[in-house]
């Protein structure tokens, strides 16, 4: 058995999900028509079955010899009844009971065994991990229904204990999903810090680690339970139940037994058990996409996103379309750019902003935090969160409009416009060697031979200062610097020889001397080049060093744009100057 499919998708790195409170899930699911109709039927029918002592017409064995296999619809016999007279409708609502409590022994021994072993084998790792593993892997060896036989010959008909087994062998998904999770969770930052405090094992996985582990494990049961419904059927079907106690898989069986006289009777066990299935399952699916929604946000239903959009945009006049300069590579006309906040209204991040790129210039976007200057670098790209929202603007490049056809922007990304990130490390996968990673992507945008894509970039790593090339194509991220994982990643950013290159604080995560180096190299490909440049940075010796032209960013605005000396000279406002005395400030508490 290995994770389910269904909740592979929120694998182990996730968030951890579902941290809206209670009842503002209850009212997120409910406001779907779908899982509301799915939780009203299985409340229904849970309420009816365990009123059955109270509302059921008859007892679960009553027999009246007059009724024996009476049709649906007989006076006194609403579904009819079995070959022994018994009422159909009274078995079903008394066998609720029965059902019920074989879902929840199976949900109870499995999730208990499951979440317990994955939260101790993913937290502590190593040997308790190896052991925990091997015991999940014999159980998954197991097989079920000759185990459930083999039971029955010991214990005979008990549905209880044949549920408690299956629990057992039902373990190692909720063992390999929870493990999963726990290993994702353990590895983060403030799982260290909560250690560093002082805080318990205990302490840190009851309070950090089970809320990751959560909601998967919600999301999971509502499928265990389904299956549940399924396997005490075909439990109580292969004649494994008691028979003297109803259930919805005995009354299957009693009516199948007899299905030739009746047809009928066996319609209505089966329509129980598929429409409980069905709706658990539907109702599983709709929790996930609850709870994998933003934590503490209600997202807008779609009809509300479309009128809270078209709110946004009313009254804005649309940004006349300028014909660019004539050397400009990349021209950013009106860009606007909001994000939903929560079902009120579009939040404005980026206001309209214009921004022209010409060939051969690096363009330095400054401003403090949260001013807006990676979204204009995302929208640049094509790479804005899912949730973010243009809500005006054009980003021209040759006077092509990318924000207008996503056929037009994928086609520019990586070929005409690079990217190079902030962090080398986070961007170059682990699993991959750079070679195979370098090779890959410039064959991806760019019709060559693997043998020729490898001495194109052998050539373009030793120009970018990789002292030896063969043996860095060799190796993987995590045995290189982080000074060459940049260059390894500015390498891969100019084979595909773009016009335009989006820098998103290049040198940040780097050490004073590399900065230095790298940013001499960017210099040098602008000059060999002819790359346009936009260069996003906090840094303003950044701008200093390389950039020709730059924009300052605050609160989504451009509140000065001008050539770097005028900038350094003569700020134009306010902001400007606060920022360069705050940077001078920050220059001396340095020295
Ligand atoms: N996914 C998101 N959902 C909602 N708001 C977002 C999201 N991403 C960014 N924002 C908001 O957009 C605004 C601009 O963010 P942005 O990341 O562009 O700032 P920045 O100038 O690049 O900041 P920094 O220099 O710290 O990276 C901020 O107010 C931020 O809160």
Redesign the pocket.
């Known amino acids: 058995m290995s994770v389910p499919e269904h909740l592979q998708a929120s694998g182990p790195a996730q968030e951890p999900v579902s941290a809206g409170k209670g009842r503002s899930v209850l009212r997120r699911l409910v406001a779907d028509p779908m899982a509301a109709g799915c939780l009203a039927f299985v409340t229904v029918v849970a309420v009816l079955g365990l009123s059955s002592p109270w509302l059921a017409p008859y007892g679960p064995n009553f027999t009246e010899l007059s009724a024996v296999n009476a049709p649906p619809f007989s006076p006194g016999h609403f579904l009819g009844a079995d070959a022994s007279g018994r009422d159909i409708l009274s078995r079903l609502m008394w066998g609720t009971r029965q059902t019920l409590l074989a879902c929840l022994l199976l949900l109870a021994v499995s999730s208990v065994l499951g979440v317990v072993g994955g939260l101790v084998a993913g937290f502590y790792r190593g040997r308790v991990e190896a052991a925990a593993d091997w015991v999940s892997d014999v159980i998954m060896t197991m097989p079920a229904v000759l185990l459930l036989f083999a039971l029955y010959a010991r214990t005979g008909p008990n549905i209880a204990v044949a549920m408690i087994v299956y629990g057992l062998l039902v373990a190692p998904s909720y063992f390999r999903l929870v493990r999963s999770v726990v290993v994702g969770v353990r590895n983060e930052l403030y799982i260290d810090a909560a250690t560093v405090v002082g805080l318990s094992d205990l302490r840190i996985v009851g309070r950090h680690v089970l809320w990751a582990v959560r909601a998967p494990v919600v999301i999971h049961s509502s499928f265990v339970l389904a299956g549940g419904i399924g396997v005490e059927a075909g439990v109580s079907f292969l004649g494994l139940g008691d028979p003297a106690t109803p259930s919805w898989g005995s009354v299957l069986q009693t009516s199948f037994s007899s299905i030739y006289t009746s047809k009928a009777a066996v319609a209505w066990p089966a329509l129980l058990i598929s429409l409980s299935i069905l709706a658990l399952v539907l109702l599983g699916n709709a929790l996930r996409d609850v709870l994998q929604t933003s934590a503490h946000r209600t997202a807008p239903s779609p009809r509300r996103l479309r009128e809270m959009i078209r709110e946004a945009r009313e009254g804005v006049e649309p940004s006349a379309s300028a014909v660019p300069a004539p050397d400009t590579v990349l021209s950013i006309q009106g860009l606007r750019i909001g994000?939903p906040d929560g079902d009120r209204e579009i939040r404005e991040?980026v206001h309209g902003i214009d921004l022209e790129v010409r060939r051969g210039e690096i363009h330095g976007l400054v401003?403090e935090?949260?001013?807006?200057?990676?979204?204009i670098a995302f929208a640049t790209l094509g790479i804005l969160?899912g949730?973010?929202i243009v809500l005006g603007g054009r980003v021209l490049l040759d006077g092509e409009d990318l924000l207008a056809s996503d056929d037009r922007m994928r086609r520019a990304r990586g070929r005409r416009i690079a990217y190079i990130p902030q962090e080398p490390m986070s961007n170059l996968d682990p699993c991959f060697t750079i070679g195979a990673q370098l090779i890959h992507g410039l064959r991806a945008v760019k019709e060559i031979s693997k043998e020729g894509a490898r001495r194109e970039l052998l050539a373009l790593l030793a120009r970018v200062g990789i002292k030896d090339p063969e043996r860095v194509l060799r190796q993987y991220p995590h045995e290189i610097s982080g000074g060459m994982a940049q260059r390894v990643l500015i390498c891969g950013a100019v084979a595909s020889d773009p016009d335009v290159i989006v820098a998103d604080e290049p040198t940040t995560a780097l050490d004073v001397t590399v900065q230095a180096e790298v940013l001499e190299l960017l210099r040098e490909l602008r000059d060999e080049r002819g790359l346009a440049m936009i260069l996003?940075t906090?840094n303003l010796g950044v701008v200093a060093d390389l950039c020709d032209t730059v924009s300052v960013?605050r609160d989504?605005h451009i509140v000065e744009r001008s050539d770097v000396d005028s900038l350094f000279e003569d700020p134009a406002v306010d902001y400007t100057m606060e920022l360069l005395t705050s940077a001078r400030r920050v220059e001396i508490a340095e020295v």
Do not use: D
């Not at 935090?369 to 979204?375: D, L, N, V």
């Open positions: 994000y991040v401003g935090s949260g001013s807006g200057k990676s979204q969160p949730e973010a996003v906090h960013m989504g």
